[in-house]
């Protein structure tokens, strides 16, 4: 698939990941729009120096006028939507954000591609999160969808509504699991990669919300990107449309463990952490198998852990110099 001259409309393309997206679809030749809510607040896309590469819409994801109009406006023929409330703590303290930020959000961005006149693929961002706690690990796309927590619940929703338009009528619709996605450009220091790193660099005690074992899958940005790529560009195909699946490395790591890398890389293996074990509604352990991917759209990870958090520590290391 040719990406040059392809109108694509990236929903969160202010945020951390969907700026990583538009900006590798603008360094295509894609014609990209991004939808963010606040354009003062969400700055992933000027990180990476977009502000003359893609049109930035503002509007509210709650606003289906706003979606509707984003998406007619701009002739969309690709519509990544990655656009969410992201934060598992924040969807415990305000369940009610979540669901209208994620859900309803979710069936605007929907409704309007169905009845938009160029779209031709959508692209939705669901989460491992929506598997839910399960018995049996890694999580396959056969897995049932268990997410009874607020954030996982909002996403096993959006999963289902959003392969429900390609069951019902016919779109061209796939949905993403990832594993948890880090790298430079993530300002959202309440994730623990980014906080870490922070932490070290300054000299900083790391405070763990969790009691430092829970287990993750972690996938770096570059990994993430090419993963919503070539799902794009394989969605024509019948064994891809309507589906769903898992991008990750299947390889888990703890907390402790994790920081202990972190530290290592940043060159302070002295570095200290606080466990406060005050985490609640998240589930201990958690990591995917990516091997529906590798079989049918040939992708897979290239990045290891170290090699991804070098370069995020490098990152961070150059943004808090500046």
Same mark, same amino acid.
């Given at each position: 698939?040719?990406?040059?001259?392809?109108?694509?409309?990236?929903?969160?393309?202010?945020?951390?990941?969907?700026?990583?997206?538009?900006?590798?679809?603008?360094?295509?030749?894609?014609?990209?729009?991004?939808?963010?809510?606040?354009?003062?607040?969400?700055?992933?896309?000027?990180?990476?120096?977009?502000?003359?590469?893609?049109?930035?819409?503002?509007?509210?994801?709650?606003?289906?006028?706003?979606?509707?109009?984003?998406?007619?406006?701009?002739?969309?023929?690709?519509?990544?939507?990655?656009?969410?409330?992201?934060?598992?703590?924040?969807?415990?303290?305000?369940?009610?954000?979540?669901?209208?930020?994620?859900?309803?959000?979710?069936?605007?961005?929907?409704?309007?591609?169905?009845?938009?006149?160029?779209?031709?693929?959508?692209?939705?961002?669901?989460?491992?999160?929506?598997?839910?706690?399960?018995?049996?690990?890694?999580?396959?796309?056969?897995?049932?969808?268990?997410?009874?927590?607020?954030?996982?619940?909002?996403?096993?929703?959006?999963?289902?509504?959003?392969?429900?338009?390609?069951?019902?009528?016919?779109?061209?619709?796939?949905?993403?699991?990832?594993?948890?996605?880090?790298?430079?450009?993530?300002?959202?220091?309440?994730?623990?990669?980014?906080?870490?790193? %922070?932490? @070290? =660099?300054?000299? #900083?005690?790391?405070?763990?919300?969790?009691? &430092?074992?829970? /287990?993750?899958?972690?996938? +770096?940005?570059?990994?993430?990107?090419?993963?919503?790529?070539?799902?794009?560009?394989?969605?024509?195909?019948?064994?891809?449309?309507?589906?769903?699946?898992?991008?990750?490395?299947?390889?888990?790591?703890?907390?402790?463990?994790?920081?202990?890398?972190?530290?290592?890389?940043?060159?302070?293996?002295?570095?200290?952490?606080?466990?406060?074990?005050?985490?609640?509604?998240?589930?201990?352990?958690?990591?995917?198998?990516?091997?529906?991917? %590798?079989? @049918? =759209?040939?992708? #897979?990870?290239?990045?290891?852990?170290?090699? &991804?958090?070098? /370069?995020?520590?490098?990152? +961070?290391?150059?943004?808090?110099?500046?």
């Amino acid at each position: 698939m040719d990406w040059k001259g392809r109108h694509v409309l990236v929903t969160g393309g202010g945020g951390f990941i969907g700026s990583w997206v538009a900006m590798e679809l603008a360094s295509r030749g894609a014609r990209v729009t991004i939808f963010v809510r606040d354009k003062e607040r969400e700055i992933g896309y000027k990180l990476h120096g977009l502000e003359n590469k893609v049109k930035v819409v503002e509007g509210n994801l709650k606003d289906y006028s706003a979606v509707r109009h984003a998406i007619q406006a701009s002739e969309t023929e690709v519509c990544f939507h990655i656009a969410a409330q992201p934060l598992v703590q924040f969807a415990t303290e305000s369940p009610v954000e979540t669901f209208e930020s994620n859900i309803q959000g979710t069936w605007h961005v929907m409704e309007a591609c169905r009845t938009g006149e160029h779209v031709e693929r959508i692209i939705v961002a669901s989460s491992d999160k929506a598997y839910g706690v399960q018995a049996t690990l890694p999580y396959t796309e056969d897995s049932q969808l268990h997410g009874l927590y607020p954030y996982d619940a909002s996403k096993a929703c959006t999963d289902i509504i959003a392969r429900s338009y390609s069951a019902s009528y016919g779109m061209n619709v796939a949905v993403t699991r990832n594993a948890n996605i880090y790298g430079g450009g993530d300002l959202n220091f309440s994730r623990i990669v980014p906080d870490a790193i %922070r932490c @070290v =660099l300054l000299g #900083k005690k790391l405070l763990i919300r969790s009691d &430092g074992t829970p /287990e993750r899958d972690y996938m +770096y940005i570059k990994d993430a990107v090419s993963a919503y790529a070539t799902l794009a560009e394989n969605l024509h195909r019948k064994e891809v449309s309507g589906q769903a699946f898992n991008f990750g490395t299947g390889k888990p790591i703890n907390v402790l463990e994790l920081f202990k890398k972190i530290a290592a890389i940043c060159g302070r293996p002295d570095a200290e952490t606080e466990v406060l074990g005050e985490a609640r509604n998240e589930i201990d352990r958690q990591y995917l198998s990516s091997e529906k991917a %590798r079989k @049918v =759209l040939g992708w #897979k990870p290239k990045f290891t852990l170290d090699e &991804g958090l070098r /370069e995020t520590v490098e990152w +961070y290391r150059s943004y808090l110099k500046a």
